[in-house]
């Protein structure tokens, strides 16, 4: 066992404050990790707020996580005492549903496992994330973090990397191909970079006028404002994807009017209150599609991080000590992020 520090909410309306508790002693495939950094990932302040109303308090968020492997269970074969590795939104699933043997372990029939808010399918117990100062993980749901690559910029990959790089590959966005990225935040910054990176042309779509430059820099061939309807009729049925990370409720009709002949829009964004459904007549003059995406699978997680090691891709961070997380998430629902908060959790053990 071991003593881990780390903050939690312990009810909807509290903020994070400082508890500990300790870890499993490890099992045969366990991977025990210092954690040096995690991310702040919008879903986190979600579930805090027990926004999607199923939340199990305390909630000690977190699933953006890099860590420095301290030690391994006695079956573990890929990770060695000193490795530096990531963990996303999945510690566990049934490893053996249809979903689950196709590396869809996100879409696992019976539910994967997450990092917090989740439940052990041994013990039973709920599982507790990376605003904490340990971590223990079975190993096949450990990745490994490329070299080269700055710790800190790397743990948003592990959601925010992931979240987009898995829709615009399975969309094929690529040379020859207009993307559009609604948001930037967290997810959208990353979507941006990503999709830069395979060779689409990239739009972004912001509500801040503020964050045009940003977005030009970030890798964004164009920019619009998605609340100014002239903007938006420029691009009128040319687009092949739109990726909407938008984390509020909001009208989709402007953007599926964007969609050329069988484009598709996916939503990854998950906001507290349902978006209105769109007019039908949008979707089947253009035999456009509406689709929705969840994270990404274990494998293509590492092939993402692989990506980005080749690609010199980080995410733009904001580090911050782990007693500033309350101020954080305010700004954060202010769109006011540059563009992810990341823990620095070295703040938790002074
Ligand atoms: P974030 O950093 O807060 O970014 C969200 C962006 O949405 C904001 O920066 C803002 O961009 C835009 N936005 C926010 N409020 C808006 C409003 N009222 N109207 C229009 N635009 C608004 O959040 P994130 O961490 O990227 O997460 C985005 C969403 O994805 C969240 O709902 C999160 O829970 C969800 N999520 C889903 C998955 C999945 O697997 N599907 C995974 C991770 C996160 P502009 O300032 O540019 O307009
Ligand atoms: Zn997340
Ligand atoms: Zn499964």
């Known amino acids: 066992m071991n003593t881990t520090y780390a903050y939690?909410?312990?009810?909807?309306?509290?903020?994070?404050?400082?508890?500990?508790?300790?870890?499993?002693?490890?099992?045969?495939?366990?991977?025990?990790m210092e954690v040096l950094f995690c991310g702040v990932c919008?879903?986190?302040?979600?579930?805090?707020?027990d926004e999607w109303r199923n939340s199990i308090f305390p909630v000690v968020p977190g699933h953006e996580i890099v860590g420095k492997v301290t030690a391994v269970g006695p079956q573990v074969t890929r990770y060695k005492v000193g490795d530096r590795v990531g963990v996303g939104c999945m510690v566990d699933s049934c490893r053996t549903c249809p979903s689950c043997t196709e590396g869809l372990e996100q879409y696992c029939e019976t539910g994967f496992v997450a990092t917090y808010n989740g439940v052990d399918r041994e013990s039973g117990e709920i599982t507790l994330g990376g605003y904490s100062s340990t971590l223990v993980v079975d190993e096949s749901f450990v990745l490994r973090v490329p070299e080269g690559l700055d710790a800190a910029g790397v743990a948003p990959l592990l959601c925010a990397g992931i979240t987009t790089y898995s829709p615009l590959r399975q969309w094929g966005a690529g040379p020859g191909k207009k993307v559009g990225i609604a948001g930037l935040g967290g997810l959208g910054h990353m979507g941006v970079k990503l999709a830069r990176a395979m060779g689409a042309h990239v739009v972004l779509f912001t509500t801040s006028p503020s964050k045009i430059d940003d977005a030009k820099r970030l890798g964004a061939h164009e920019v619009v404002i998605s609340r100014n309807p002239d903007e938006m009729?420029?691009?009128?049925?040319?687009?092949?994807?739109?990726?909407?990370?938008?984390?509020?409720?909001?009208?989709?009709?402007?953007?599926?009017?964007?969609?050329?002949?069988?484009?598709?829009?996916?939503?990854?964004?998950?906001?507290e209150h349902d978006h209105p459904s769109p007019q039908v007549f949008n979707l089947i003059f253009k035999r456009r599609r509406l689709a929705g995406s969840l994270i990404g699978g274990i494998a293509e997680t590492q092939e993402m991080l692989d990506f980005c090691g080749k690609h010199g891709i980080t995410s733009d961070i904001e580090l911050i000590q782990i007693q500033e997380i309350n101020e954080a998430y305010e700004r954060m629902l202010k769109s006011d992020v540059k563009y992810r908060f990341v823990i620095d959790l070295a703040s938790l053990r002074q």
Do not use: W, Y
């Open 42 to 49: 919008h879903s986190d302040l979600h579930q805090v707020r």
């Open 233 to 271: 009729a420029a691009h009128a049925n040319s687009f092949d994807f739109i990726l909407n990370t938008v984390a509020a409720q909001h009208d989709l009709n402007p953007f599926l009017n964007l969609l050329r002949r069988d484009g598709t829009m996916t939503l990854v964004g998950a906001p």
């Open 8 to 32: 939690a909410a312990k009810d909807a309306q509290s903020p994070l404050a400082p508890v500990q508790f300790e870890r499993r002693a490890l099992r045969d495939h366990d991977v025990q």
